[in-house]
Nanobody
Framework: QVQLVESGGGLVQPGGSLRLSCAAS?????????VGWYRQAPGKQRELVAT???????NYGDSVKGRFTVSRVNNQKMVYLQMNNLNPEDTAVYYC?????????WGQGTQVTVSS
């Protein structure tokens, strides 16, 4: 059973930056997992933010391309999301995800609020 714990959320002004972190535990094959970030705003469906595969190929949601960067450090079992030039539409709960074949794990989420 993989556990994922997010951190780094908070309140930031428009145009600001935040870095989210996700710490994984409970697996010895973290490097084989595809990992990434999703978000859910009030009244909306959960949507893709960014993913990074085991071979480090990345995929981004259209609304964050060029502003967000996903990365991973396998020997530390960590996943990061660097978010720049944030705007109010980025306000959401951000969830860390790890997938490997039929295994699909989620963290509890961290709130990001972009407001002046």
């Amino acid at each position: 059973q993989v556990q994922l714990v997010e951190s780094g959320g908070g309140l930031v002004q428009p145009g600001g930056s935040l870095r989210l972190s996700c710490a994984a535990s409970g697996t010895t094959v973290f490097r084989d997992y595809g990992v990434g970030w999703y978000r859910q705003a009030p009244g909306k469906q959960r949507e893709l933010v960014a993913t990074i595969s085991s071979d480090r190929s990345t995929n981004y949601g259209d609304s964050v391309k060029g502003r967000f960067t996903v990365s991973r450090v396998n020997n530390q079992k960590m996943v990061y999301l660097q978010m720049n030039n944030l705007n109010p539409e980025d306000t959401a709960v951000y969830y860390c995800n790890a997938k490997l074949t039929r295994d699909d794990y989620w963290g509890q989420g961290t709130q990001v609020t972009v407001s002046s």
